[in-house]
């Protein structure tokens, strides 16, 4: 009975990987209109004093440049590297570092490698020199708390 539960979980697997695969594939692309909307609440949102609002952003935009990598959404580096440079929270901008690298801007590259040498805080000094040293090889994960959580262990052995 085990053997059949088990043949036919991984039948189960084997069949749910093509269909995650296509469905992530079949993104619609979006609107001019679409792209405005996207734009202005982005860069609302980006301004918000709520810390959820902001990371959730933050979040949405790893996501959208996954989804739609051929889409222009360097409408975000100036804000990200603005959070970067100047949140007073080290964690927000270890994930303005994280979303300027997935953004994938020469621009955001730029700064990055600058906070990993100047910043005040050597945790986001850390986690900023482990971007620029993965820059280009897709090596990181687009859910932000696992990132986080590699990037701490990932910089524990440095």
């Keep these: ?9 991984l039948a189960l697997a084997l069949l749910a990987i093509p269909l995650t695969a ?3 594939q079949d993104a619609r692309p979006l609107t001019e209109r679409q792209m405005q909307l996207i734009e202005k609440n982005v860069l609302a949102n980006l301004e918000s004093s709520s810390m959820e609002v902001r990371a959730g952003t933050m979040q949405t ?12 959404v360097n409408f975000a580096v100036l804000p990200m590297m603005e959070t970067l440079k100047h949140d007073d929270k080290p964690a927000f901008r270890i ?3 994280l979303t300027l690298y997935h953004l994938d801007s020469d621009l955001g590259r730029f700064a990055v490698e600058r906070r990993a040498q100047y910043d005040d805080s050597p945790r986001v000094a850390r986690h900023c020199a482990a ?23 990932v910089t524990r052995v440095f």
């Design 22 to 24: 296509t469905f992530a």
């Design 1 to 9: 009975m085990k053997k059949t539960l088990t043949a036919a979980a």
């Design 95 to 97: 994930l303005a570092a």
């Design 61 to 72: 935009l790893i996501e959208l440049k996954k989804s739609y990598p051929s889409y222009d």
């Design 131 to 153: 971007l620029v040293r993965n820059w280009g090889r897709n090596a990181y994960s687009t859910d932000l708390l696992a990132e986080i959580s590699r990037l701490a262990e």
